[in-house]
């Protein structure tokens, strides 16, 4: 080889060592972000390629083929026994199957696939599970005798392992019990353990009716919100009441509460709400032997972020499969956090919208992400705010009514910086397309073609996040330097007011 060509190559090589030193420097350097999927192929000019569904179709065929297990009879059917003397998941019990190993949380029927129904149980396990796996035993009612069916489950995690597990951490999972596609009765309870056949009916959970799940008038809700555990011990019940009417303005029909520990006007509002049917919440618990008690289940929290952050998907996955058939689109999301869209009046005529941009491909997706942007309350002091809405909260729980000022929701000073596709956004989580909810978007797909998340235009859309600077996770004075003008969430205060106003005083009458 000539000189010229050594060097050719040498140069080559060293310049890939330098742009691979570089992506790895970045990668090191860079927080933990949910790992993309594979990249899509680039779209065929003039529509798809022959054989392009039957691909798609195989490969979801197959899927299920490789998931489907068949089921056994029991011994003893015919006789109901202990089935009725059942257990009764409360709001703060878990269901305890394999000792110190295995915890169940609520079962979900799940109908979504024609042919193949199923049962999904959410829980959590800690460490590996035996190797000899495990099995669901699903019991059915039929004229007042019991039958019950055994399967082999089938167990995923809801976490990546690109995230990184200890040995000895909980971590949720989704289990899968496939029911016999011939049964018109539906299955009444469900118990997932090391032995077929489980025999003690009374140690199981309970599986909703039609009626449960489906509600009373039977109509399809578009949106749910999911708000995880709420653990605060000062009063926020206005911003309770700030957050709920705001995104009932924007299209929220129903919200879902989880609830470690709140101040008792917190529950007085929360116990309104679900006397209009607005809300439902629920007392949630850590499993196992993680601490219940207050203190120090917040310093756990507080200090173990991966187990914080694994804990966080089981009410949102139960959310999930709780409105698998009453709601459209469930949405993940916190009380300092607002979707907002810019353009649009609501989330409504925002889907809109962007099912007529996508076309087809919309149901290509099985969430829709809204990228990110701070309101930090620092900001806010830069620049008078004095015709921002301000009333008078008539609550018994005071002997004076107190002036509810600053609602940080109609904030007006935001940073220029929007987060990047993938961090820190919301989505709006299909209950047709996604399997299991992570906190930002859909984490598995029901159908290995769907593609996990699309994410909306910015100048459509944007999560307005109301919280301080945290300079431990972000650049904070960088971030304040370059600031934005933003009075999209003002459009609503009026009516805001209204809704705060009326639900008030429905709360001194109610109390």
Known sequence: MSVAGTRRLYRAGLVAVLVTALCVLTLLDSPPQLPDPPADPPPTPGGEPPGTRSIVAYSWARRLALDYRPSKECDGNGTYGTTLNTFKLADEKWLETIPGQLFLYSAHL???????????????????????????????????????????????????DEWGETVDSYAGILVGCQLPPDTAIEPSRVYVGLEPCHQDASHSLAIKTREERNGTKGRRRQFTLCIKGLDFDEDISAKIVAFVELHRILGAEHFYFYVFNVHENVLRVLRLYERSNVIRWFNLTLPGDLPNEKTARRRLLAEDIWTKRRMELIPYNHCFYDNLHRSEFVLPIDVDEAIVPVRRNNWHELLLDERIKLGRSFKDFASYAVRNVYFFPELQQTRNQTDRPTFQRNDSSTTDDTLLTGLDYLDTIRTACISPEGDSVKSFVSTRRALTVHNHYALTTLNPST??????????????????????????????EDVRVDESATRYADELERRMRVFFNDLKAFA
């Open 110 to 160: 799940d109908l979504r696939v024609a042919g193949y129904p199923s049962l999904r149980v959410i829980g959590v396990k800690r460490g590996p599970l035996p190797t000899s796996g495990l099995f669901c035993t699903v019991w059915y009612e039929e004229d007042e005798r019991g039958r019950a069916v055994s399967v082999e489950a089938l167990v995923s995690t809801i976490w990546l």
């Open 451 to 480: 593609r996990r998340a699309h994410h909306f235009d910015p100048d459509d859309v944007l999560k307005h996040h109301h919280r301080a600077c945290d300079d431990r996770h972000l650049d904070c004075e960088v971030m304040m």
